[in-house]
T-cell receptor, first 113, second 112 residues
Framework: NAGVMQNPRHLVRRRGQEARLRCSPM?????VYWYRQLPEEGLKFMVY????????ESGMPKERFSAEFPKEGPSILRIQQVVRGDSAAYFC???????????FGDGTRLSIL | AQRVTQPEKLLSVFKGAPVELKCNYS??????LFWYVQYSRQRLQLLLR??SRESIKGFTADLNKGETSFHLKKPFAQEEDSAMYYC??????????????FGQGTTLQVKP
């Protein structure tokens, strides 16, 4: 079991471009969480998804950010029209159910030029 | 507001010394508390959860509801304990969401 896989590990975008971050959960896990870590800060919850459903998106910025977890394939965190403030590490975690411990991926470091 | 506070950004101790990484939380209720650890060039991994009441790698943590604290302790630090440690909280009643609230993290540096 390879664990939670995130790609790319590093992503560089220019202001105004789109960023797509991918997360494949651990085998057997149907619950996916996205967190963002700004420099010098802890991880902040963004969104929680189960297959094809967004369950809790209370931590997502109102604009430009969206997430999906299709029936087939990885979960995608999409950031449209990126700005410098979007530069951060984005972590994905998965669990077999909401009350079980979450397993984290290595994260994607997003840099905006 | 739900909050987790780790007051020390950096804790530096000598090998063999006792270690206590502090964690205080702000939540009225009975949340579930966790400690996660990130070793150099590795991913974040679960170290302890309070409901398990277990000792992992010599670390223990006791939930003190009166002081709203969940400090992580180890009687004798080892160099391999050097890492970033995060305290996290899962609010009660969020078993249908499971989201975690993290502290800012404490870097533990164990010197030889």
């Amino acid at each position: 079991n390879a664990g939670v896989m995130q790609n790319p590990r590093h992503l560089v975008r220019r202001r105004g471009q789109e960023a797509r971050l991918r997360c494949s959960p651990m085998k057997g896990h149907s619950h996916v969480y996205w967190y963002r870590q700004l420099p010098e800060e802890g991880l902040k919850f963004m969104v929680y998804l189960q297959k094809e459903n967004i369950i809790d998106e209370s931590g997502m910025p109102k604009e430009r950010f969206s997430a999906e977890f299709p029936k087939e394939g990885p979960s995608i965190l999409r950031i449209q029209q990126v700005v410098r403030g979007d530069s951060a590490a984005y972590f994905c975690a998965s669990s077999p159910s909401a009350d079980q411990p979450q397993h984290f991926g290595d994260g994607t470091r997003l840099s905006i030029l | 507001a739900q909050r987790v506070t780790q007051p020390e950004k950096l804790l530096s101790v000598f090998k063999g010394a006792p270690v206590e990484l502090k964690c205080n939380y702000s939540y009225s209720g009975s949340p579930e508390l966790f400690w996660y650890v990130q070793y150099s060039r590795q991913r974040l991994q679960l170290l302890l959860r309070h409901i398990s009441r277990e000792s992992i790698k010599g670390f223990t943590a006791d939930l003190n509801k009166g002081e709203t604290s969940f400090h992580l302790k180890k009687p004798f630090a080892q160099e391999e304990d050097s890492a970033m440690y995060y305290c996290a909280l899962r609010p009660p009643g969020s078993s249908n969401t499971g989201k975690l609230i993290f502290g800012q993290g404490t870097t533990l540096q164990v010197k030889p």
